[in-house]
């Protein structure tokens, strides 16, 4: 699996924002779809949101769809989550992942097949 580095995470508010980072610096994102995935202790991973290798087509899971957007900039190498409204069952350890789907919703669908470090968020007052 290709390797990413992920930043943004932390210690956050009910309510709050944060700005998720994932960076790759050994090969170029423009090529593949891009998704980001969380994990919380005692569950299963959940895809979170997915992009297209050109930013055209994106997909949100229902539990993030109206806070979460999600975007890419190839020249920078790097995709992002914006984060609002943040709610406690957010609290998870989120990663990212690289692939070629057929669809972006099908990666997000798929959370069981990707992995990574991740960084973590926690949201609690």
């Known amino acids: 699996q290709l390797q990413f580095v992920e930043s943004g995470g932390g210690l956050v508010q009910p309510g709050g924002s944060l700005r998720l980072s994932c960076a790759a610096s050994e090969f170029t994102l423009d090529s593949y779809a891009i998704g980001w995935f969380r994990q919380a202790p005692g569950k299963e991973p959940e895809g979170v949101s997915c992009i297209s290798s050109s930013g055209g087509s994106t997909y949100y899971a229902d539990s993030v769809k109206g806070r979460f957007t999600i975007s890419r900039d190839n020249s920078k190498n790097t995709v992002y989550l914006q984060m609002n409204s943040l709610k406690p069952e957010d609290t998870a350890v989120y990663y990212c992942?690289?692939?070629?789907?057929?669809?972006?919703?099908?990666?997000?669908?798929?959370?069981?097949?990707?992995w990574g470090q991740g960084t973590q968020v926690t949201v609690s007052s």
């Open positions: 992942a690289a692939d070629r789907p057929p669809s972006v919703q099908i990666m997000c669908t798929m959370a069981d097949d990707y």
